[in-house]
Nanobody, 115 residues
């Protein structure tokens, strides 16, 4: 089982990034997918989630209207489009696959918002 995040990096405030999380080793379409983030000295927080098979989405209030989660079950990939990035969005971003029986974590990708 693997979840591999990519797309992180350094961006200026107001900029955009798109994170990807490629899954393998399990039936991706059977799992709800989440994006979490953890900033230095803070607890890991849920940022966005998308269900399966309906694709219903939910967002943390702090990112609502700026971030968009989506999934492509044919590519076994979940995305997080991040627009209007703020300094406080700086964190390691993790994807998680979850269902009633348990879940899996990716290794994380660093997003740094700085001028």
């Amino acid at each position: 089982v693997r979840l591999v995040e990519s797309g992180g990096g350094l961006v200026q405030p107001g900029g955009s990034l798109r994170l990807s999380c490629a899954a393998s080793g399990f039936t991706f379409s059977n799992y709800n997918m989440n994006w979490y983030r953890q900033a230095p000295g803070k607890e890991r927080e849920l940022v966005a989630s998308i269900t399966t098979p309906g694709g219903s989405t939910n967002y943390a209030d702090s990112v609502k209207g700026r971030f968009t989660i989506s999934r492509d079950n044919a590519k076994n990939t979940v995305y997080l489009q991040m627009n209007s990035l703020k300094l406080e969005d700086t964190a390691v971003y993790y994807c998680r696959a979850v269902r009633w029986s348990g879940g899996y974590w990716g290794q994380g990708t660093q997003v740094t918002v700085s001028s």
